[in-house]
């Protein structure tokens, strides 16, 4: 990652010509346990570590099911299902925590409807014209380095953070990271919806840029970064994440904002084009499920949503203090193109802020 950052020229066209053009991703392939020879096509932006034992659980319910799973970044994702959606591997189900391109592409009428007893016991906020349906939560954290800062040192909100960026030391010069808006949906996604919630977001983006902020496409590298000491903290990252390295033993901590903490899900809808679509709906179910969901809930790092603790209108577990984005058409508001553009304009030039300790070209 370059300090110096040299963007892109037309900042609608690139994003278009980002989402059009899939990288080749990871790829891993579950034998069915059994005799069987249908291979069900899942393409997902969950780490493949995290999506193992998911699917492993799948196959003692399915054992005549074998699974091909295809990771892409959340931006990579829309590409690679449109260029792959005609062929006869191509994706059965589509997973992804970027809420808003989902939604976008079954606004589109990627998707086809499925309704099942699992899916009728989603809340209404959880899923979308019986299309689009949520099965995990996450929240969207601050991750430190417990080594290199005090926990009584550590910004509690974002004035704090806006503060503590606005240091004359600067103890947080190029020791603090988030995601790269440009290169990451969830990043996107999470960064206008803070345009959203917080008048404070514009001002704090401008001081991330004037502290040489590190700039990433996922939470797992950045992480990675606050983990090994190369970062103090990271922003707006995906808590299931930290809290995995952290269960690892890495010296990491999670600070949920006190003003808000943004929740969002992890989402999964069934495309029109599946040619499997028998076994999609019982991955489908399998994840709504209650056994999908507590198995989920026992230790594994991605945090059920349908819990017997739930309520109408948040996320199980959800604190006070946690907003949870809901399904729905609002989450296209950010994706029309000129607002996109803007968006992104007024992003790039708080990244561009100037400083004089800013040394052009350096990698990170």
Request: hydrophobic share 40%; no cysteine; proline share 6%.
């Amino acid at each position: 990652m370059k300090r110096g950052f040299a963007w892109m020229v037309s900042v609608g066209m690139a994003w278009w010509s980002a989402t059009l053009h899939a990288d080749p991703g990871d790829e891993t392939l579950f034998p069915a346990p059994s005799a069987g020879e249908v291979t069900l096509s899942l393409y997902g932006a969950t780490d493949t570590v995290d999506i193992v034992p998911v699917v492993h659980d799948f196959q003692k319910l399915h054992p005549d099911l074998a699974v091909r799973y295809r990771e892409s970044t959340t931006m990579a994702m829309r590409g690679r299902f449109l260029q792959d959606r005609d062929r006869e591997d191509g994706p059965d189900v589509i997973i992804s925590t970027a809420m808003d391109l989902q939604v976008q592409l079954v606004n589109e009428g990627w998707a086809q409807p499925y309704r099942s007893a699992e899916t009728g016991a989603l809340r209404s906020w959880a899923q979308w014209r019986n299309e689009l349906f949520g099965y995990s939560y996450e929240p969207v954290i601050l991750a430190y380095n417990r080594k290199l800062i005090d926990a009584a040192q550590v910004p509690r909100t974002r004035y704090a953070l806006l503060a503590a960026l606005r240091d004359p030391a600067r103890p947080l010069r190029g020791r603090i990271g988030t995601y790269d808006v440009t290169r990451s949906g969830i990043g996107y996604l999470v960064s206008s919806q803070d345009a959203r919630l917080s008048s404070v977001s514009g001002a704090l983006y401008a001081a991330m840029g004037d502290n040489d902020v590190v700039l990433m496409d996922q939470s797992g590298a950045l992480l990675d970064k606050v983990s090994n000491g190369e970062l103090t903290m990271a922003y707006n990252v995906l808590g299931a994440y930290a809290q995995r390295r952290i269960d690892a033993g890495a010296p990491l901590a999670i600070m949920q904002l006190e003003d808000y903490t943004q929740v969002l899900m992890r989402t999964v809808f069934i495309p029109r084009t599946a040619r499997r679509v028998d076994a999609a709906r019982k991955f489908v179910d399998y994840l709504l499920s209650q056994r999908g969901q507590g198995f989920m809930a026992a230790g594994r790092p991605l945090p059920p949503l349908r819990m017997e603790t739930d309520d109408a209108s948040t996320p199980a577990g959800a604190g006070a203090t946690q907003r949870a984005i809901p399904l729905g058409p609002g989450l296209l508001v950010y994706l029309d193109r000129l607002k996109r553009q803007h968006f992104v304009e007024s992003w790039e030039a708080a990244m561009r802020h100037p400083h004089p300790q800013r040394e052009a070209g350096t990698e990170r």
